[in-house]
C-alpha cells in the first residue's frame, strides 16, 4: 500500500536489507482501488503473467476476495497477536514466510 517512493523506502530499510533489487514492479493506486478485481487483471497484465501463477498476501478480507475474483491465488497475513476473522475461513492462513531466492546457500 502507499505510493511507490513509500514502498521503496519501506523495502530499502528493512530488518533484512535492502529488499529493492528483489522487485521488478511497483504498483499503487495508479493501478486501482485494491479491492477491485479490474485492479488485480491491469497488475497481472503489466507483470505478463497469468493471474493463476500470481499468490496474493494481505490481511484485508476486500482485498483477498478481490484478488481471487481476479483468478489470482491468496493468502491471508496474520499481524501479531491478532485473531483471524471467520469470514477468511474460505482462505489459506499464513503466520510464517520463508521465501528462498536463486543462489541463496539453503545451508543459512
Known amino acids: 500500500s502507499g505510493s511507490i517512493t513509500a514502498q521503496?523506502?519501506?523495502?530499502k530499510f528493512s530488518q533484512a536489507g535492502d529488499l529493492t533489487k528483489l522487485i521488478r514492479a511497483w504498483f499503487d493506486t495508479r493501478s486501482g482501488s485494491k479491492k477491485e478485481a479490474s485492479s488485480y487483471q491491469r497488475i497481472a497484465?503489466?507483470?505478463?503473467?497469468?493471474a493463476q501463477e500470481i499468490l496474493f498476501f494481505t490481511d484485508n478480507h476486500d482485498e483477498l476476495k478481490a484478488a481471487k475474483k481476479a483468478g489470482w491465488q491468496v493468502a491471508q497475513l496474520l499481524r501479531d497477536h491478532v485473531?483471524?476473522?471467520e469470514s477468511f475461513d474460505q482462505?489459506?492462513?499464513?503466520?510464517?514466510?520463508?521465501i528462498s531466492l536463486p543462489g541463496e546457500n539453503d545451508e543459512h
Open 45 to 50: 497484465d503489466d507483470l505478463g503473467l497469468p
Open 91 to 98: 482462505h489459506a492462513t499464513l503466520d510464517f514466510v520463508q
Open 8 to 11: 521503496k523506502l519501506y523495502f
Open 83 to 85: 485473531v483471524p476473522a
